[in-house]
């Protein structure tokens, strides 16, 4: 088992900044952020392999978000720029047991373990 406990969620303005962070309790090969606006379908935001070499954006955060990881405290970060109230939603950290490829990153049911969710909120 592994358990993910995200924070850094709140509100912003639009075009604020927040990071948020998602500790793990061990090493797994794929960690990912996932959002969730109110009904709407969960919808993969980033990945990032976690012995280097593969990261993935969706294409509605590229050149605003930032992923990353430190593999010595096994936290995941994401860095959100120039946020738009689009983005408001409840964000999930997700890892998964295998590498993904191609589109798979942002398919939820690849994932095997889930954190409870922070929120982010955009203000115009």
């Known amino acids: 088992q592994v358990q993910l406990v995200e924070s850094g969620g709140g509100s912003v303005q639009a075009g604020g900044s927040l990071t948020l962070s998602c500790a793990a309790s061990?090493?797994?090969?794929?960690m990912a952020w996932f959002r969730q606006a109110p009904g709407k379908e969960r919808e993969g935001v980033a990945a990032?392999?976690?012995?280097?070499?593969?990261?993935y954006y969706a294409d509605s955060v590229k050149g605003r978000f930032t992923i990353s990881q430190d593999n010595a405290k096994n936290t995941l970060y994401l860095q959100m720029n120039s946020l738009k109230p689009e983005d408001t939603a409840m964000y999930y950290c997700?890892?998964?047991?295998?590498?993904?490829?191609?589109?798979?990153?942002?398919?939820?049911?690849?994932?095997?373990?889930w954190g409870q969710g922070t929120q982010v909120t955009v203000s115009s």
């Open positions: 990032i392999y976690s012995a280097g070499g593969s990261i």
């Open positions: 997700a890892a998964a047991r295998i590498r993904m490829y191609g589109d798979n990153w942002a398919r939820s049911y690849e994932y095997d373990y």
């Open positions: 061990r090493y797994t090969y794929t």
